[in-house]
Nanobody
Framework: VQLQASGGGLVQAGGSLRLSCAAS????????MGWYRQAPGKERELVAEITSDGTTNYADSVKGRFTISRDNGKKTVYLQMNSLESEDTAVYYC????????????????WGQGTLVTVSS
């Protein structure tokens, strides 16, 4: 099982970016999916998460600016980021809790490789 993130880049403050993260491999089902970020010198923090039934949760710092969504058929989670601020500069990581073949009912948390978002002021 792998998670492949994409969509990061350089954007001016006030701009928008859309991150994508696609899961692949021997997947039976995907439960929670989410995005974390880690800025230089800081700990990794939750940005947003979404359950399999579409319930969402956001960090206070991104509420009203970021939107998380998922396409279960494509096994993909998205993060639409609007009104970006310099404080949003970080490496963004996607994560997913996945049930895969060969493990019965057990699930595992997987992480993508990270995609850099740089917001210039």
């Amino acid at each position: 099982v792998q998670l492949q993130a994409s969509g990061g880049g350089l954007v001016q403050a006030g701009g928008s970016l859309r991150l994508s993260c696609a899961a692949s491999g021997s997947i039976i089902s995907i439960n929670r999916m989410g995005w974390y970020r880690q800025a230089p010198g800081k700990e990794r923090e939750l940005v947003a998460e979404i359950t399999s039934d579409g319930t969402t949760n956001y960090a206070d710092s991104v509420k009203g600016r970021f939107t998380i969504s998922r396409d279960n058929g494509k096994k993909t989670v998205y993060l639409q980021m609007n009104s970006l601020e310099s404080e949003d500069t970080a490496v963004y990581y996607c994560t997913a809790n996945i049930r895969q073949t060969g493990l019965g009912m057990l699930t595992r948390n997987y992480w993508g490789q990270g995609t850099l978002v740089t917001v210039s002021s």
